[in-house]
């Protein structure tokens, strides 16, 4: 053969065997045009201008590092990131350059998403429409192209389920070094997959663990070392704010988000009687974070000696705009939060309740469909396309998208019954186990987490999930395409069916697969 | 002899032992996530292996030696667990085509012949693990639906659908409304002007069968007013009727009363005063 005719037939060869991820390259490279062309979708860079979770442009100009370092509430690396981008190469160039690492990150979800499909059994069909699907949808293009931590969090917690699947396969300790750093790197993205959640997921792991063809040490005690180091690094993150500002990270916004959630489960009257009485302080339901603290009730007000870091003493900066991370925040969250959360709970379950079964409803609704007042170009011009595209997957009964509604919890089932079943018993099922009790342990924690805990925006922390939603569903399509295809076989003269005919098999009836 | 009976099942254990290890690297084999991919025809002589160990087990015959024996030796003899012989030829029929094998054919068969394995070796685990399963993720949709109920019943207040019409409204303050409106200020669901015997009559909706009636007072001030109370209750008709009367303060007051079929209720102080409460139950 000549030398172009063997180029052709590498390249032939190369296509017949990975002709999933050329065709979701494809498309994702094809919607990419689409949305940025057609629909003008451009990269949304507002966030760290006003968001909570970001520090201030004007300390990142100025006191960058130490303002990252003194950050108390919030996981260090997305700021790291964005702010990092920003010093070194300008603002404008700063985030060029993150689009086009969002865009890498929007392309890894695309085909890890994929590749951890293939690698789990799906069928290679089902895995690149539903890859195809997710990588074309409107909500993954409005997240990919948000300059915030969604995108990068998918990314490695898909990583880490690709990785965690490596590990199965190879079974060394670099292997889950990979697998559980990719997850504690997700941890310093979003704090709220902090050490704890880690440790479930290796203790899950720890009952049927990599066991490769391999002697020495015990595959347990490898996988304990491989979560050692990961869990040292994000317990130095945490031992980091508690050494440095003195406080644990999160518990400020933990007491402040259930005292706001179940303040809004009473009716005015009540609270107004509470406050009053004397029972509960004058807080009156705000997220106090994103606002200056001249919004904050005077009674509420706990001056500090300055620390000297500016991160930690300024409640608005001379730029204008407000200060997120002072500490002065953190303390009224500890002292008048906390005992209202407290005296809250204790007193009006009901109220927590309420807000809690609002929280599931809002629970089930497109990613879309978060923070209203949060208008933006890309929502705007997304607008038409989620319409449409809802109205085809998610019709939508009176605000409750009762696809999802059915189909989620399904999944989560389905998830359950793979692994506790007698085929999560089979060896050919170890490493398909291990990487499904790793997507619920993730689906559960988040789920219970944010509706529990979080006070909107429940649909917009689902995002991270519906990855996994995919491959859980890909996986139960697989099953009941090989099912069909099962009946479909039996029913044409076989050995199978003539062995099939015997009146012992007849009354064993079908297989449980 | 006690020699004898130790040494005597060892062939058996040595043959469970071997079909468990061909059934475990069948497994690798089968693997999608294995380096370069499941291995079908690997898997497929594996499980062949696995089967004839647990057919020698099961038919006490180290003879056999190839799937179609192992199948007629089975077929002849009574099996333990004999309704699981369908799966034996499931599995059997299966690890016998040498076409027609695909992945999840293979798999099917691995889990048959750990099913055969098992009631060789006498042990019940993968039996165990389908029932287990079944009852999580029964467990899972029972809890969930008791938490659902629970919370529904929790937060089911369908007296706060119930409307009310007073004699008088406190320095404007409305004469009709809801059971479940109540002020911003005070949270109170309604409030008569002073006078001589002011009423609420609350219009239950449809007739109905009341057997107890909770009052939350005001609980800011003024718990004293408003008495003596009384609860009256009347059907289409409008024909009242007294079925409970409170004399002294209360913070919450529980009437209970025999179960009487209502339209309407009614609060009447019998004083002149105003009636002014937080909350009305009416169950």
């Known amino acids: 053969m000549n030398a172009p005719g063997k180029r052709v037939a590498t390249l032939l060869g190369f296509l017949s065997r990975h002709w999933p991820y050329v065709v979701v390259a494809l498309v994702f490279a094809t919607s990419r045009v689409i949305y940025w062309r057609v629909l003008s979708i451009g990269f949304d860079t507002s966030p760290p201008d006003y968001f909570m979770q970001y520090v201030s442009p004007w300390l990142i100009q100025r006191d960058f590092l130490r303002s990252v370092l003194y950050l108390n509430q919030q996981a260090p690396l997305q700021n790291l990131l964005v702010g990092g981008c920003e010093r070194l190469f300008g603002t404008h160039a700063g985030f060029a350059i993150l689009h086009v690492l969002y865009v890498g990150i929007g392309l890894t979800i695309a085909l890890t998403l994929l590749h951890a499909m293939l690698r789990l059994g799906v069928s290679s069909a089902i895995a690149t429409v539903a890859a195809a699907l997710h990588t074309a949808s409107p909500v993954t293009v409005h997240y990919e192209n948000w300059l915030f931590y969604h995108a990068p969090v998918a990314a490695l917690q898909l990583l880490s389920l690709v990785a965690l699947l490596r590990y199965y396969r190879r079974g060394t300790l670099s292997a889950g070094i990979w697998c559980f750093g990719l997850f504690a790197l997700s941890g310093l993205f979003y704090a709220n997959f902090g050490p704890l959640v880690l440790v479930a997921l290796g203790v899950a792991l720890l009952i049927r663990p990599p066991r490769p063809d391999r002697a020495g040490v015990s595959p347990r005690v490898r996988l304990i070392a491989a979560l050692a180091i990961p869990l040292c690094v994000l317990g130095l993150d945490r031992a980091r704010t508690r050494v440095l500002v003195g406080h644990n990270q999160g518990d400020a916004y933990l007491w402040m988000n259930l005292a706001v959630k179940t303040y809004a489960g009473l009716r005015p009257g009540e609270r107004t009687l509470l406050e009053n009485k004397g029972d509960i302080s004058h807080f009156r339901g705000s997220i106090m974070f994103s606002g200056p603290l001249s919004y904050v009730d005077p009674s509420l007000r706990i001056p500090h000696p300055p620390t000297g870091v500016p991160i930690l003493d300024l409640d608005t900066l001379p730029a204008g705009g407000v200060n997120a991370h002072s500490l002065e925040k953190v303390l009224i969250a500890e002292s008048f939060y906390k005992k209202d959360a407290k005296f809250l709970l204790a007193n009006y379950p009901t109220a927590y309740l309420r807000s809690f079964v609002e929280a599931v409803r809002e629970y089930f609704a497109s990613p879309m469909d978060y923070d209203d007042s949060l208008v933006t170009p890309n929502r705007e011009n997304l607008r038409t396309v989620v319409e449409e595209t809802n109205a085809v997957f998610l019709p939508d009964d009176g605000g409750t998208e009762w696809l999802l509604v059915v189909l989620l919890p399904v999944l989560f089932l389905y998830g359950l019954y793979r692994i506790t079943g007698a085929r999560g018993a089979l060896e050919s099922e170890r490493s398909i186990t291990g990487a499904i009790a790793y997507m619920l342990i993730l689906i559960a924690y988040v789920t219970i987490a944010m509706t529990g805990v979080a006070v909107c925006d429940f649909m917009r922390y689902r995002y991270n999930l519906d990855p996994f939603y995919v491959i859980l569903f890909a996986l139960l399509a697989t099953d009941l395409v090989e099912r069909g295809k099962k009946a479909w076989r039996s029913s044409r003269p076989s050995l199978s069916s003539a062995l099939n005919k015997s009146p012992l098999a007849a009354s064993a009836g079908a297989s449980t697969l | ?283």
């Open chain 2, 1 to 283: 002899m006690v020699t004898d009976r130790h040494e005597a099942p060892k062939p058996v254990d040595r043959a469970v032992a071997y079909g468990e290890g061909a059934l475990e690297l069948a497994g690798r084999a089968l693997d999608p996530n294995r380096p370069g991919g499941a291995s079908l025809a690997l898997g497929q002589l594996l499980l062949r292996e696995a089967f004839l160990a647990a057919a020698r087990v099961a038919c006490k015959d180290d003879s056999l030696a190839s799937v179609e024996a192992a199948l007629d030796a089975l077929h002849r003899i009574e099996m333990p667990g004999r309704t699981e012989n369908g799966h034996v030829w499931n599995a059997s029929a299966l690890i016998a085509q040498r076409d027609l094998v695909d992945r999840a054919a293979l798999k099917r068969a691995e889990l048959e012949v750990a099913r055969l394995l098992d009631v060789a070796a006498g042990r019940r685990r993968v039996a165990r693990a389908s029932r287990r399963a079944l009852w999580v993720v029964l467990g899972v949709v029972v809890l969930t639906a008791a938490a659902a109920t629970l919370a529904a019943l929790s937060l089911r207040r369908p007296w706060e659908r119930y409307t009310w019409a007073s004699s008088s409204g406190w320095s404007g303050s409305r004469q009709t409304g809801t059971l479940g409106d109540h002020d911003w200020m005070y949270d109170l669901v309604f409030h008569t002007d002073e006078q001589q015997n002011p009423w609420v009559i609350v219009d239950l909706l449809a007739q109905r069968m009341v057997e107890k009636v909770t009052i939350v007072n005001r609980s800011d001030c003024c718990q004293e007013r408003g008495l003596p109370l009384e609860i009256d209750l009347a059907g289409p008709d409008g024909k009242f009727f007294q079925v409970a009367l409170r004399t002294t303060v209360f913070d919450v007051w529980e009437a209970t009363f025999p179960r009487q079929r209502a339209r309407f209720l009614r609060l009447q102080a019998n004083s002149k005063t105003a009636l002014h409460f937080r909350d009305i139950e009416i169950r």
